[in-house]
């Protein structure tokens, strides 16, 4: 089962920073933070990943709380193309080799 | 691009029927996974095979089996086929070696059963 928890849906105006919660309240030490989202029944595509410290890459940010019991992830400046659901993944880093577990997700949406 | 790829894109096929999805991983990728997703499901982990191994098993049927060739790429197969197993089958690949990396997915095959 998946060990996060995300709002169902999102809405957020082109141009503005959109900013996506999840909670991971039972995150153990070893434990990474995923982000995926996948639009449209595509396959699901990577974002960003971290552990505790935040972390930026050219299509997100990802802020861990000091606990890591929960995170956020910012999309600076949303776009229509944005549209999707954005998945919250704990996964056990280490090993690349753990299945990430899909929950529910949060279904974003971006108006013009 | 994600470097996955799979075959065939679209599949039509009847009840009782068997198929065989196939999978090729990004090149140096030795973890290969595959997803279910059906509308009222959302995304399913079925199983993993790391360097030729069944590594972890999710949510598969056993009507359902998978297995990775040497050259890496993978295959499922589904038999006996029932109208609930239409969906989107989706086959990711990772490095799989210690240390954190990502997965990385394919664009999917759609499955329908009639």
């Known amino acids: 089962d998946a060990k996060t928890t995300q709002p169902p849906s999102m809405d957020c105006a082109e141009g503005r920073a959109a900013n996506l919660p999840c909670n991971h309240s039972t995150i153990s030490g070893n434990e990474y933070v995923y982000w995926y989202r996948q639009i449209h029944s595509q396959g699901p595509q990577y974002i960003i990943h971290?552990?505790?410290n935040n972390e930026t890459n050219e299509m997100a940010s990802l802020i861990i709380t000091e606990d890591r019991k929960s995170s956020t992830l910012i999309l600076p400046h949303a776009t229509l193309r944005d549209t999707a659901v954005y998945y919250c993944i704990v996964r056990v880093g280490g090993s690349g080799n753990t299945p990430l577990v899909f929950g529910k997700g949060t279904r974003l949406s971006v108006i013009a | 691009d994600s470097g996955v790829t799979q075959t065939p894109k679209h599949l039509i096929t009847a009840t009782g029927q068997r198929v065989t999805l196939r999978c090729s991983p990004r090149s140096g990728d030795l973890s290969v996974y595959w997803y279910q997703q059906s509308l009222d499901q959302g995304l399913q982990f079925l199983i993993q095979?790391?360097?030729?191994?069944?590594?972890a098993k999710g949510n598969i049927l056993e009507r359902f089996s998978a297995q990775q060739f040497p050259d890496l790429h993978s295959e499922l197969n589904l038999s006996s086929l029932e109208l609930g197993d239409s969906a989107l089958y989706f086959c990711?690949?990772?490095?799989?070696?210690?240390?954190?990396?990502?997965?990385?997915f394919g664009q999917g095959t759609r499955l329908t059963v009639v």
């Open positions: 095979y790391y360097n030729g191994e069944e590594r």
């Open positions: 971290g552990l505790k």
């Open positions: 990711a690949s990772s490095v799989g070696q210690v240390g954190d990396t990502e997965a990385f």
